[in-house]
């Protein structure tokens, strides 16, 4: 069966009627596990526990030994967990915090109504909906631990209005820095930072000494070639600037106002407007989000609002593509 002899249509029908399968196949392969382990049978082979069976006779990574094995015993406690299972609503990741927050827990928890909760959200929103029916105390103190390459790993804690700050931040430079983490973000601001202090500190050296009575004629020389190399610098810069606004109106980009652009992303709400014809789905990215000519630019298509829409850069692409 070659693939690429098969439609689009008929390829996705068929990547997510596997899927399915894959979903039902899991579910089965948790009853399965908790049948397995409550007679023990792990002992008579000769293991240890569930978790070496698993890795070492299945030959599953320890992740996906570990995440089977906490959504088994959860299962095992809420068997109604297994619909959703299949269904797709919920996840093996999502089953395994659950489990977590179990395992410290004394007090009962109404499982069923925060299993309902946690249906069809992403590892984010889970964490965060099973931080407040777990009543998990906030940690505050920042955790630096170094690694083997040199690099370190922090765990900190920002508050709610920090983050939102950093995520905007984040999404403003997703042009400048591509798969960006937060901590290229944070690099991205030092480094701008950095520059802008060292730059002052050094003008500001420059101008004492120039208000200094007593600078010998060698250090009036270091200084006037200091300002000739600045005057070299800058007009290699506006060289630079010259020649690539020639290269950028050779290419006749249109203009478009900054207000007009703010006018757009302000109707988009600040995300991709594409949308799937056939499903309907929305993209809704807020990842590089670019201007796109509706009729595109090169074939006569307008400037004017009507004719223009916020895409993300995938979809820039994509539609650029497909043209
Ligand atoms: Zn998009």
Known sequence: MDLKKISNAELTLRLEKLVRSERKITHLILVHIIEVESRKIYAELGYDGMFSYLTKRLGYSESAAYRRLQSARLLKAVPSVAEKLEHGSINLSQLTQVQKCLKTETKSRPLEAILAKIENKNTFETKQILAVEFDQPTQAQTVITPQRDESVRIELTFTKKQFEVLQETKELLSHTIHNNSLADVIEHLALKYNKKIGL?????????????????????????????????????????????????????????????????????????????????????????????????????????????QILCRTHNHFKGASN
């Open 200 to 308: 002052k500190n050094r003008n500001e050296k420059v101008k004492r000494l120039m208000h200094n009575e007593l600078i010998s004629k060698e250090q009036t020389c270091i200084e006037s070639k200091y300002e000739e190399l600045k005057l070299e610098k800058l007009k290699n810069v506006k060289s630079e600037k010259m020649t690539r606004s020639f290269a950028a109106s050779k290419m006749q980009r249109p203009y478009l106002s900054v207000k007009l652009k703010r006018q757009l992303m302000a109707t988009a709400g600040h995300a991709c407007q594409y949308v799937d014809k056939l499903t309907g789905n929305k993209c809704k990215s807020k990842y590089q989000l670019q201007v796109d000519h509706v009729h595109p630019f090169a074939k006569g298509g307008s400037s004017e609002l009507e004719n223009l």
